[in-house]
Nanobody
């Protein structure tokens, strides 16, 4: 059974950092592009970052460039999202996802509709 499980969310003050984890079971994570998404109450789910399965190239939405980093640890079958300089606007449920097709992570965008397998989400709250 394919499963993705996010962890690492919590409450942090503005300017702080969190590292989110996306652990995979039932498949080898390194064979798939992986995306991170987030959804705040009343807002659409939006792409945050993705990492390619072919060359580990990474892409980021403009609102997190320079602050967030996505990377893999293939030995642990896990993808991480390192979040620094967090702002209240980053408050959301964060999801990781894997697509059902190849080569979806590239410069044109990080699109919800390209991903089929989703974790349950982890809450990130940035507040003083």
């Amino acid at each position: 059974q394919v499963q993705l499980v996010e962890s690492g969310g919590g409450l942090v003050q503005p300017g702080g950092s969190l590292r989110l984890s996306c652990a995979a079971t039932g498949f080898t994570l390194s064979y798939y592009d992986i995306g991170w998404f987030r959804q705040a109450p009343g807002k659409e789910r939006e792409g945050v970052a993705c990492i390619s399965s072919t060359d580990d190239s990474t892409f980021y939405s403009d609102f997190v460039k320079g602050r967030f980093t996505i990377f893999r640890d293939n030995a642990k079958n896990t993808v991480y999202l390192q979040m620094n300089s967090l702002e209240p606007e980053d408050t959301a449920v964060y999801y990781c996802a894997a697509p059902g097709a190849d080569n979806v992570c590239y410069v044109s965008g990080i699109w919800t509709w390209e991903y089929e397998y989703w974790g349950q989400g982890t809450q990130v709250t940035v507040s003083s």
